[in-house]
């Protein structure tokens, strides 16, 4: 009997466990790997779709690695070979004439006429007057020119333009000293120092003037001694690049002779040729300025001397340019003028003018505004310019 319970115990139990096993439910398969055609799309206006690229899938936007930044390359600006300086007047002779011929045909008409009476004579020296050549000088060369027509008698246009080409000449003064002290001396070199008042155009002068120099083979430095305008070293340097030229310069508002000084300096360590210094531009009329253009002068010379000074005019501002010149002769001593916009409506007079008064030649002229257009003063190619050709 207890084995019969026994067998019946055990006989319930597995029919309890079977049916356990029996509603239990199966594992789940595993997915399979979506193919690149089951990836989601995207849709874009008109019905296009792009389907993601598989690294695009691999790891989340996080993950990826960050963009390498990139240094930016300074554009190359390519060096120069400016023409040299000699025979520079010659070449813009035509673009000098077209400004000036009206003052060579009016004396020419004049000269040429079969009788010159005091009417005549006062229309010539009025003409001369005109061009800003002066009073005393004007009435000098039409004294001169009255006696030379006296001896002559009758004249042929040759005559009378050979007559007053020797005037004007002579009154230029073609025996003067034009050359510009730019060679080095001993283990120091030329120091060029560039003055005049605000819009004659100093900072272009002293570009033009270094293309000139680096065309006639010389190694140049310039010094960027404007510090109230920031647009003037930046100018500066820009010329600078183009020709090969060393600009010194500091932030705006710095100690001008403290940059003249260091601009010395390093002309000096670099062994340059030439060293120019740009200074601020100033009204002859304010003492402070003009002093101050004093004291860059003195600081310079701690270690140089100042080999040059050079007064830039403006050719058009006649009688004002000529108060100009004056004050900042008796502040520094100016050894050269450079006149500029002589291609404008410039009279031309003003060379002999500033010269009698000053007893400072015109050593450059500004014939334009291009780079090249600055050019050694040449008095035979000038009168030859003013007056017109044979």
Not at 87 to 116: E, F, I, N, P, Y
Not at 240 to 250: D, H, L, P, Q, T
Not at 362 to 371: A, N, R
Request: glycine letters at 10%; proline letters at 7%; charged letters at 25%.
């Amino acid at each position: 009997m207890e084995y019969l319970i026994l067998i019946a115990g055990l006989a319930a139990l597995a029919v309890i466990v079977g049916g356990v096993m029996f509603l239990r439910p199966g594992r789940r398969k595993s997915r399979p790997p979506v193919k690149p055609a089951d990836r989601p799309v995207d849709i874009l206006p008109g019905g296009t779709t792009t389907i993601p690229k598989e690294e695009d899938q691999a790891a989340p936007p996080a993950e990826r690695a960050p963009p390498v930044p990139t240094t930016p390359v300074p554009p190359v600006v390519e060096i120069e070979k400016p023409p040299p300086g000699a025979g520079r007047l010659v070449r813009l002779r035509a673009r000098l004439a077209r400004s000036q011929g009206a003052l060579g045909k009016t004396l020419l008409g004049l000269l040429s006429r079969d009788t010159l009476d005091d009417e005549a004579w006062e229309e010539i020296e009025d003409t001369l007057i005109g061009a800003d050549i002066g009073v005393a000088v004007a009435r000098e060369i039409t004294e001169g020119l009255r006696t030379r027509v006296q001896v002559l008698g009758t004249r042929t246009p040759a005559e009378v333009r050979a007559m007053l080409k020797e005037e004007l000449v002579k009154q230029i003064g073609p025996d003067i000293d034009r050359s510009l002290k730019t060679e080095p001396h001993g283990n120091r070199p030329a120091v060029l120092m560039v003055v005049g008042v605000n819009g004659t155009g100093k900072t272009t002068t002293c570009g033009k003037l270094a293309r000139v120099l680096v065309g006639d083979g010389r190694t140049v430095l310039m010094g960027a001694a404007d510090t109230f305008r920031a647009a003037a070293a930046e100018q500066l340097a820009t010329w600078g690049s183009r020709v090969g030229a060393e600009v010194v310069r500091k932030e705006e508002g710095a100690d001008p002779a403290s940059v003249a000084f260091d601009a010395v300096k390093r002309g000096i360590d670099t062994k340059v040729d030439t060293v120019i210094v740009d200074t601020a531009g100033r009204l002859h009329t304010k003492t402070g300025l003009m002093d101050e253009l004093g004291k860059v002068k003195r600081v310079i010379e701690k270690q140089s001397q100042v080999d040059e000074i050079l007064l830039v005019l403006d050719a058009t501002t006649g009688q004002n340019g000529m108060r100009q010149a004056r004050v900042f002769a008796e502040v520094v001593n100016v050894t050269g003028i450079v006149l500029t916009k002589l291609d404008g409506t410039a009279k031309g007079g003003i060379v002999v003018q500033v010269q009698r008064e000053l007893g400072v030649p015109v050593k450059l002229v500004g014939l334009g505004e291009g780079p090249d257009d600055l050019a050694p003063f040449e008095p035979e190619a000038f009168v030859d310019a003013i007056i017109g050709e044979d």
